[in-house]
């Protein structure tokens, strides 16, 4: 979690010139109050906050295992371009689970993602966070808050390859702005959500043998604008009203996976994700209590370049296949220098399970 600026407070309430000099606290001691009239409020943090923060996030940079590792059992006759030693079990159409937890010092989430394939190459995949915990940190308090996160639904298709070791799939992301961005923890804000609906188009290729296999994801991420109004109160008196339509930055995510056999069932794996960020826009509307509109735009400053390490070992247990690892942040650059934080290291457990794979690997 990323500390709360006092610019980047300012950006996500809006454009209220020199009227706002410090933070809600600050302006209530004055008998000045910040009402907001809108749904929608954007989170007032720092330029890492919406993407590192959040868990839609988590399987673009992480790919679920049966992804990254196909089960042992080949499958010569795969029509999908699949990889050699693919259970066939694996590719056959039929619903399954995708899921992850991730834990760090300020969070904590589990990911429900369910799918179901509906034709050879065709997959519908929904995932919706669930946040145990989410704690930020302000100058005086770190308050916190749980709740559900933003729905993210998927289509993947997986295109028909001349090697049956390689396997190229395009996916489209829908994600819904089902998080609540207005959660409060007492005066505080604890945003679950982003306030507004995003869309990101990628692409995977991946090369797999029974002993070891490598895959890369590219992901483009765009937001839609999420519309805020702030009034500006004082003494019961409407002193401004402004309107922002704040588009978050969008977004360029790269990772690249390894994996290796150890044991028939054991597997060590490194990777490593590049996340670049934009700036982001938000341009507003302020009238004040004599009628007088004053329009403009300005940069949210959320461009930040940040890498990631991922070291960790899946274990094959037929049906369930775990996946245990840590995230080390290696590189942290932000266009706001003040927003420069030391990021934690998570600790991740992913998981898919595929009911229909215990019948084959186990003889039932």
């Not at 069932?265 to 590049?274: D, Q």
């Not at 930040?304 to 650059?333: A, K």
Request: charged share 20%.
């Amino acid at each position: 979690m990323q500390k709360l600026q006092i610019r980047n407070f300012v950006i996500a309430l809006g454009a209220l010139g020199g009227l706002l000099v410090g933070v809600p606290h600050a302006l209530a001691q004055q008998g000045v109050e910040l009402t907001v009239t809108t749904e929608g409020l954007r989170e007032a943090t720092s330029s890492t906050e919406l993407y590192l923060s959040d868990p839609s996030y988590s399987f673009i940079l992480v790919p679920p295992v049966e992804e990254l590792m196909p089960a042992p059992l080949a499958d010569p006759g795969g029509k999908d371009g699949g990889a050699g030693g693919v259970d066939v079990l694996t590719w056959r159409p039929g619903i399954g689970v995708e899921s992850l937890f991730e834990v760090s010092q300020h969070q904590s989430c589990f990911v429900l993602g369910p799918y179901y394939r509906v034709k050879e190459r065709l997959w519908l995949k929904a995932r919706l966070p669930v946040i145990f915990e989410r704690t930020l940190t302000y100058y005086d308090a770190e308050p916190s808050a749980s709740g559900l996160g933003d729905l993210s639904l998927q289509v993947d298709y997986a295109w028909p390859m001349g090697r049956k070791d390689t396997s190229l799939r395009t996916r489209l992301d829908v994600v819904v702005p089902t998080g609540d961005s207005e959660k409060m923890d007492g005066d505080y804000l604890v945003p679950l959500g982003t306030g507004a609906w995003g869309f990101s188009l990628g692409g995977q290729y991946s090369r797999q043998t029974p002993r070891s296999g490598y895959l890369a994801n590219l992901s483009a991420r765009l937001n839609t604008a999420n519309s805020v109004t702030v009034q500006h109160v004082q003494a019961d008196t409407v002193l401004a009203t402004i309107t922002n339509e704040i588009t978050n930055a969008p977004s360029l995510a790269l990772s690249l996976f390894g994996w290796r056999s150890v044991t028939p069932k054991l597997a060590a794996h490194l990777g490593a994700s590049l996340l670049v960020v934009g700036d982001g826009e938000t341009a507003f509307s302020r009238q004040d209590a004599a009628g007088a509109v004053t329009e403009g735009s300005y940069g949210n400053g959320q461009g930040m370049v940040v890498l990631d390490l991922y070291p960790g070992l899946t274990y094959r247990l037929g049906p369930l296949n775990p996946f245990l690892g840590v995230r080390i942040p290696v590189v942290s650059e932000y266009d706001v220098e003040r927003d420069r934080e030391d990021r934690d290291v998570a600790v991740i457990l992913q998981f898919t399970y595929q009911p229909g794979r215990m019948r084959h690997e186990y003889g039932e």
